[in-house]
């Protein structure tokens, strides 16, 4: 999962959005009295509709998976940026300092990463 990390919270992250939008809808509707949506934003209806009394847990469980998918979107990008800070060194003393940080990060990541690590690890004759 490791290797698909970025792709699944990015497709993931879409379909809770999604999901949330149409949790939020359903749950307009079924607190307005007359159960119509302005017309410009009628379509949505349609796609509400076939939940019928799920859009209750749709319109909770769908905004929680939307923050986990952000943050593991954010973590995972975060990871790819502090790995090539430390990568980036031209210190060999500074990489070696931060040796265990880098080899944390190159295994929390895909294995491209890794082999970067050791590319580097190779320039400094490590």
């Known amino acids: 999962m490791t290797e698909y990390r970025l792709e699944l919270s990015s497709f993931l992250g879409l379909l ?30 349609d796609l509400s509709d076939p939940f019928g009394t799920w859009i209750a847990w749709i319109v909770v469980a769908a905004p929680i998976g939307l923050i986990v998918c952000a943050w593991w979107y954010y973590d995972y990008v975060k990871k790819i940026r502090e790995l090539a800070e430390l990568i980036g060194t031209p210190s060999k003393a500074k990489f ?31």
Do not use: C
Request: glycine content about 4%; aromatic content about 14%; proline content about 3%.
């Open 16 to 45: 809770f959005g999604f999901l949330t939008i149409i949790g939020i809808v359903g749950a307009y509707l079924s607190m307005n009295e007359d159960h119509r949506l302005p017309s410009y934003i009628s379509f949505l209806q």
């Open 96 to 126: 070696v300092r931060n040796l265990d940080e880098i080899e944390y990060l190159a295994w929390s990541l895909p294995q491209r990463y890794e082999d970067k690590v050791l590319t580097k690890k190779k320039e400094f004759k490590i």
